[in-house]
């Protein structure tokens, strides 16, 4: 029988769209595995010395648990997928998702902010610096996140949904439950965007700082100033690439969504929606690049892994903790 979205003739098949993100789920899956399960290996080896590595740890944490809700993520998105798993992936899977998504976001706009002040005070005598006060940063952005888009969105995600619905998942919130979640929208598009403008302004900062180091020291390391650059350009490039498009079509997207009832507008927004989620997803595979290029002792471990598959010291481990970009 056909659904009421598949009468409107709008020129869009959404059941193709969450096809083709199925299958690009499960392929960013694979890498996405692989990669975060090395991170983590890698980072358990890191000695907690300082607050960076704990964002970095809980950065990878982050990831990896996205990394293993991608499937359930893929699945549910199934023109019929299961009923049964459809609700459980509204009133959890897909809460946990987000929440991990926008503590990965809180993170690196955090991690931009250490790396600063670290270049503005490079002896790490800074409280900021300490391995203490990044667990209580990390801890305060893990349980403010989970106190207010996880825990009221699974209590609001409880009402028996009508057949004739646009999305199931709006279909079982209250009244309220769905003036949250728009509020909770608008709340996640303002950390991004604020945390778009600390990882702009920090990075453009520590990049211009280093390479006046360079010209006041008389260094002509031409080399040297193109790396720097290219870290700040690749980080920001990320950043941007991956969680821009989504925040952009979750603006128009999220009213359209709230209404919860067929139109070509909000046919369009779903697969544009559907498609930049998976480009947000794909930060999973893209957050060891930024592991590399910030983390000294996180290349020197990686560098052991690949050649020897198991932790050798081959160096000292002193003044190896990370790098200003």
Not at 307 to 322: A, L, Y
Request: charged share 15%.
């Amino acid at each position: 029988m056909d659904s009421p979205s598949s009468q409107l003739d709008c020129g869009i098949n959404n059941e193709t769209i969450d096809l083709v993100v199925f299958c690009l789920y499960y392929i960013l899956f694979v890498p996405a595995l692989i990669l975060n399960v090395m991170a983590a290996w890698i980072s358990w080896k890191l000695k907690t010395k300082s607050s960076f590595v704990v964002y970095l740890k809980n950065l990878v944490a982050a990831d990896l648990l996205m990394t293993f809700i991608i499937p359930l993520k893929a699945v549910d998105g199934l023109p019929r997928s299961p009923h049964g798993l459809q609700v459980f992936n509204c009133q959890f899977s897909a809460v946990f998702f987000y929440l991990c998504l926008y503590v990965s976001i809180v993170l690196m706009g955090v991690i931009s902010l250490n790396r600063f002040f670290k270049i503005v005070q490079p002896g790490g005598k800074l409280l900021g610096q300490s391995a203490v006060f990044g667990k209580v940063v990390s801890s305060v952005v893990w349980v403010v996140l989970l106190s207010i888009t996880m825990i009221p969105t699974m209590v609001l995600t409880s009402e028996k949904p009508t057949n004739d619905t646009a999305e199931l998942c709006m279909a079982m919130k209250s009244d309220v439950g769905k003036e949250y979640h728009h509020g909770v929208s608008i709340f996640c598009n303002w950390i991004f965007f604020v945390v778009l403008i600390v990882i702009g302004l920090c990075y453009t900062c520590i990049a211009k700082r280093v390479i006046e180091s360079y010209r006041n020291s008389g260094s002509k390391n031409l080399q040297g100033k193109r790396k720097i650059k290219a870290r700040v350009f690749i980080i920001l490039a990320v950043f941007l690439v991956c969680f821009a498009p989504y925040h952009i079509t979750r603006i128009l997207y999220a009213p359209t969504q709230v209404k919860n009832t067929y139109s070509c507008n909000w046919a369009s927004l779903k697969g544009a929606k559907s498609i930049t989620l998976w480009l947000a997803t794909t930060n999973v595979c893209l957050d060891p690049l930024i592991y590399i290029l910030l983390c000294k002792a996180f290349r020197e471990k990686l560098y052991e892994f690949k050649i020897c598959g198991r932790c050798i010291s081959t160096r000292p481990q002193e003044n190896t903790e990370d790098t200003y970009v």
